[in-house]
């Protein structure tokens, strides 16, 4: 299994405490550090306050050497396509080459309301993410000395020069995910090299694998082609103390998260667990570290887990 740090800056994180992060992660061995893309807290306080992801990820892009980097997922309602292509293909450039691009409808109102951001229907907001992936991948690969044009119900290119371009060829990774049955699933298989599923049980998982494999098939696309990753919140120990330690520095139930996510017991615990993900397809993991400051945590990942499950 390949194994990713992920964060929740929105919750309440400094530059320092992510970049302390990513460099942690590449030390340990984690293939690829990413964060989410919100600008409001769903619990707390969220202290200090927001931080954008594409510039943060830039930053840290300087500060690391091998770990890819990445947004689990970017919201299409944030930005328009033409820029965010700008954008990520200029921290590619940054990062010489180690970009991924999570790209999602949007799903967090209060946030939009918080910052002045449009909230669409759910429809048309998955239109115009339909309409975004169009739009970034098409800027990407357009020829050089070529021009993009689109035309879309909701965003219009005209005479573009579709610069700059990514370092990656084609074009940086692109993750899709969701639980949507029928157009998530068609999204991915047209413009995704991976398909996540975030926090859900492991039936509604291997149902949504299922799906997914159909459209990949349909868009006459190898199987293989497509890396199956989830998301789990990770509270490990050695023993039952350092689990509620971590448990209550998050502040979460550790009964509800051990019945809920296989990143939570003891490192035993945890590779047995994970052993059903990995049957049912889970090529990948992100551990969703909540507490910045526990590095630790990620020690005990890297040093007893992710050896036992190559």
């Known amino acids: 299994m390949d194994f990713r740090a992920f964060i929740e800056p929105q919750q ?3 530059y320092a405490d992510q970049v302390a992060v990513a460099q942690t992660a590449e030390q340990l061995g984690f293939s690829a550090f990413f964060r989410s893309d919100h600008y409001l807290a769903m ?3 969220g202290l200090p306050g927001p931080t954008d992801s594409w510039v943060t990820l830039g930053a840290i892009a300087r500060e690391t050497s091998t770990i890819r980097l990445g947004t689990l997922v970017t919201s299409a309602t944030f930005r328009y396509p033409g820029p965010l292509a700008v954008a990520v293909a200029q921290v590619d450039d940054m990062s010489g080459g180690r970009v991924e691009v999570g790209l999602g409808s949007g799903w967090f109102e209060k946030e939009h309301q918080a910052y002045g951001i449009p909230f669409p229907p759910l429809r048309e907001r998955f239109d115009r993410l339909d309409e975004q992936l169009a739009i970034i991948t098409g800027l990407w690969t357009t020829g050089p000395g070529e021009t993009f044009d689109y035309a879309g119900a909701y965003y219009t290119i005209t005479g573009s020069p579709a610069l700059p371009k990514p370092t990656q060829n084609p074009h940086p990774p692109i993750v899709v995910g969701g639980l949507g049955a029928n157009r998530t699933p068609r999204l991915a298989a047209k413009y995704a090299t991976e398909f996540n599923i975030p926090f859900a049980p492991i039936d509604v998982a291997e149902k949504q694998h299922q799906r997914v494999a159909h459209a990949v098939a349909a868009a006459g696309r190898p199987g293989d082609s497509m890396v199956y990753s989830s998301a789990f919140v990770l509270c490990a120990g050695r023993n039952d103390r350092e689990l509620t330690r971590r448990a209550a520095a ?3 139930d550790l009964d509800e998260m051990r019945s809920n996510s296989p990143l939570v017991g003891s490192p035993t615990e945890i590779v047995e667990k994970l052993g059903a993900w990995k ?4 090529q990948r993991v992100y551990t969703q570290l909540l507490d910045l400051t526990d590095l630790a945590h990620l ?8 050896p036992q499950l190559p």
Do not use: P, Y
Request: aromatic fraction near 0%; avoid cysteine; proline fraction near 0%.
């Open 279 to 282: 049957q049912i397809g889970v």
């Open 43 to 45: 619990s707390g306080d």
């Open 12 to 14: 309440g994180a400094r």
């Open 250 to 252: 998050i502040g979460r």
């Open 299 to 306: 020690e005990l990942l890297a040093s007893e887990v992710m």
